[in-house]
Every structure is written in structure tokens, then in C-alpha cells.
């Protein structure tokens, strides 16, 4: 079902933060992205996962500006990343 001009899994998963964040180097790149998500519901998958779980960490930066407590935010979002990383893992090795 893949062809040659398509990245492997775990390159597009590694670098998923890259292109979420719109990072990568090159447009060829975002475009090589974008063929593999087409192609792997897999890859798909993880993309809206951690797209979801930057922009709630996103949503926790935002809200908490004007509150006294940032070591309280930082711990929750020490959290959060730890979570996510266990069920990326997970995710990735199933
Ligand atoms: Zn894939």
C-alpha cells in the first residue's frame, strides 16, 4: 500500500511536533506529511492527539497569566506531558 515516496511511520511521528508547529525545514516536507496522513489513519491518529494536547497546554499558558500561582501550572502541565508521553509510546510500539 506505501510507496516509495512516502515517510515511515516513526520519521513522521518523531517529528510530528515539527510540523504541528509548523517547523519543518521545507514545503516539500510539509507536503510528504500530508501524503502520509492521507494514506496512514494510524499517523492521522496521533496527529490529532497531540494537536489536541498542545493546544490544551496551549489553552492552561493562556488562561493561567493572571493567576500568582505559575509553579501550580507548571507542575500541571509537568503532568500532562508526562501523561501524554506514556500513552504516545503506547501508541507507538502497538
Ligand atoms: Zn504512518
Known amino acids: 500500500m506505501h510507496n516509495a515516496s ?12 515539527l510540523y504541528i508547529d509548523h517547523e519543518l525545514p521545507s514545503e516539500q ?3 510528504s506529511f500530508q501524503i502520509h496522513f492521507k494514506e496512514c489513519p494510524d499517523c492521522t491518529e496521533v496527529l490529532i492527539y497531540e494537536s489536541n494536547a498542545l493546544s490544551l497546554m496551549q489553552d492552561l499558558l493562556r488562561s493561567s497569566c493572571n493567576e500568582a500561582a505559575p509553579e501550580e501550572l507548571l507542575e500541571k502541565i509537568r503532568q ?5 508521553a506514556g500513552q504516545s509510546q503506547v501508541q507507538f510500539f502497538s
Open 29 to 31: 516536507e510539509y507536503w
Open 6 to 17: 512516502t515517510l515511515p511511520c516513526d520519521q513522521v511521528q518523531q517529528a510530528l511536533f
Open 80 to 84: 500532562q506531558t508526562e501523561t501524554l
